[in-house]
């Protein structure tokens, strides 16, 4: 079996897709993207198919590995996302030519199913608490919310009561029992994580998520040991080796490798079972599509240490088009009870509707970070 071309598809509202062809008729799907730098992911895949254009797409390790290592200039988001959706699609098209997901390739599942969370609230957090109920009414047993909006290294004290009284109106409407996972989203800088973690750490937190900027760690580590809170972090980290100081340091409990950016199914799993010798657990970021959701929750059934999926499902950057509609049987993840069963298709285990991908493929996206200032004009971190 030969790769026989390769063929990247922008799609609303912020995705790219990929498929991968053979002279076998296989075909493989994988999502190689980084959000608001999509055009330049598929540029990435584009140069990486000169190397696996005629190449058996069986050899997963040994393409991984060319495709890290040849380019001497190795890493970083854009090179590790266009591996990473190659990396998903070669597991897809293995799975379905041996007719089992791709889980069974790695050694069975641990696991059924494994609980997922719905986000809430936006970008700037509002409506929360009703959303957060609504949430739950729909069977959803954890939430996710961004915490603060715009803030400077030394704040006002109505900033921190604003992030504190959302918390605690989801709490109020949620009940002691609900998971809360609140995402600082990096905009913290580390004297206002400090006082920050201390607010909220009454409100009995699921996890507080990039307190800090990951390259910022190890800078406010004492202050990350001691939280009651269990902190989260890794969106922002795409390799094994950017992994290593931050799982190595003592200061995170859950490692968040996104599928998409972080090397792919093959990569993942390396970081998980490197998380795991530390007793650290492993919830894989997934903001994104289909695709993407589907790798994740084949790592998810075979990583111990997996605890909790991130998914999209009504995300507020899903505005065009949602999580299921690029796929042709949506109930392979329909939630019950607050979990998502693990796929049992051959390959990713979900047949994408191509007809309509490539309908929606001709609108595309240039979907953009926004950008944020402070009232001094300053830029403020998104």
């Known amino acids: 079996m030969k790769i026989t071309s390769m063929t990247t598809f922008a799609l609303p509202p912020r995705w790219l897709f990929l498929k991968i062809e053979t002279d076998a008729g296989i075909v493989g799907w994988g999502e190689p993207v980084l959000e608001g730098r999509a055009a330049s992911v598929a540029a990435a895949v584009e140069e990486l198919s000169d190397y696996l254009i005629g190449k058996d797409p069986r050899r997963i390790e040994d393409h991984w590995t060319v495709l890290y290592r040849s380019g001497f200039y190795r890493g970083g988001g854009i090179h590790m996302s266009a591996l990473a959706g190659i990396d998903q699609a070669l597991w897809d098209i293995k799975g379905k030519a041996l007719g089992v997901p791709v889980h069974e390739l790695l050694g069975g599942q641990v696991r059924d199913r494994i609980k997922v969370y719905s986000w809430i609230g936006g970008d700037r957090p509002a409506e929360t608490a009703a959303q957060a109920k609504d949430a739950v009414e729909r069977g959803f047993s954890a939430v996710k919310m961004n915490g603060p909006e715009e803030l400077q290294y030394l704040d006002t004290r109505d900033k921190v009561e604003k992030v504190v009284a959302n918390v605690a109106a989801v709490r109020d409407a949620v009940g002691p029992d609900i998971g809360i996972g609140v995402d600082f989203h990096g905009r913290v800088h580390r004297p206002m994580a400090r006082v920050l973690l201390d607010a909220l750490a009454p409100y009995h937190l699921m996890f507080v998520e990039e307190p800090v900027l990951s390259e910022h760690v ?18 922002r980290l795409y390799s094994r080796w950017d992994f290593k100081d931050v799982i190595t340091s003592g200061v995170v409990d859950i490692i968040q490798p996104d599928l998409s950016h972080a090397g792919g199914i093959t990569e993942v799993r390396k970081i998980a079972a490197m998380a795991e010798a530390y007793d650290i657990a492993v919830a894989p970021h997934c903001p994104l599509g289909p695709v993407a959701l589907a790798a994740c929750l084949q790592l998810d059934a075979v990583a111990y240490n997996a605890v909790i999926q991130e998914q999209s499902l009504g995300i507020h950057y899903n505005t065009s088009n949602d999580l299921l509609d690029y796929i042709v049987d949506p109930s392979v993840f329909a939630y019950s009870e607050g979990s ?18 490539r309908e ?16 001094d004009g300053s830029f403020a971190e998104w």
């Open 218 to 235: 190890d800078g406010i580590a004492d202050v990350l040991r001691n939280s009651v809170t269990p902190i989260a972090l890794g969106e």
């Open 340 to 357: 998502v069963a693990i796929p049992q298709g051959p390959g990713l285990g979900i047949e994408v509707n191509e007809e309509y991908v």
């Open 360 to 375: 929606r493929a001709a609108e595309g996206h240039r979907w953009r970070n926004p950008v944020w200032r402070h009232g």
